[in-house]
């Protein structure tokens, strides 16, 4: 039955996942097919990202910005999978990385929206820069891959 859809979640709270604090509550439906957030809100706070990472089984890959220890995210997200609305900030150490916008995923990732990156570091800033793999242009729909406005602040 369709209340069998519906999920929703006040508070799930984990204190030390491998160093990791994870607190997220969420609102959905069509949990069991194509789940659609009402709203997803999520806070991680890690003294060891890669260790976490490893433990729960994600690959942060090779750059150097995700493999930091210090981590911490907090934010909103609402939409589907492959297409939602997000609101959040990042923090890997001292570079700070905050998006609010449209993200759409259909093939490529498509956003739209308000970018910051923040560092009290200028090398860090720039090796961050050197290692995001950003592509602008257009999809075959004619839509860009990237828009909106990005603010660099170094300190």
């Given at each position: 039955?369709?209340?069998?859809?519906?999920?929703?979640?006040?508070?799930?709270?984990?204190?030390?996942?491998?160093?990791?604090?994870?607190?997220?509550?969420?609102?959905?439906?069509?949990?069991?097919?194509?789940?659609?957030?009402?709203?997803?809100?999520?806070?991680?706070?890690?003294?060891?990202?890669?260790?976490?990472?490893?433990?729960?089984?994600?690959?942060?890959?090779?750059?150097?910005?995700?493999?930091?220890?210090?981590?911490?995210?907090?934010?909103?997200?609402?939409?589907?999978?492959?297409?939602?609305?997000?609101?959040?900030?990042?923090?890997?150490?001292?570079?700070?990385?905050?998006?609010?916008?449209?993200?759409?995923?259909?093939?490529?990732?498509?956003?739209?929206?308000?970018?910051?990156?923040?560092?009290?570091?200028?090398?860090?800033?720039?090796?961050v820069l050197n290692e995001l793999d950003i592509t602008t242009g257009t999809s075959a729909e004619g839509k860009?891959?990237?828009?909106?406005?990005?603010?660099?602040?170094?300190?």
């Open positions: 039955s369709s209340h069998l859809d519906n999920l929703k979640v006040t508070d799930l709270t984990a204190n030390n996942i491998a160093g990791t604090y994870v607190n997220l509550s969420l609102d959905a439906e069509n949990i069991r097919t194509e789940p659609n957030f009402k709203e997803l809100t999520y806070n991680v706070k890690s003294n060891d990202l890669p260790l976490f990472a490893s433990t729960v089984g994600i690959d942060l890959g090779t750059k150097k910005l995700f493999n930091r220890k210090i981590f911490a995210s907090q934010g909103v997200l609402a939409g589907n999978f492959n297409d939602f609305n997000l609101s959040s900030v990042q923090k890997f150490d001292d570079v700070e990385f905050s998006y609010t916008g449209k993200v759409k995923n259909d093939n490529k990732v498509f956003v739209d929206g308000d970018i910051e990156l923040k560092s009290d570091n200028f090398v860090n800033i720039c090796g860009d891959w990237i828009r909106g406005t990005a603010v660099i602040k170094c300190d």
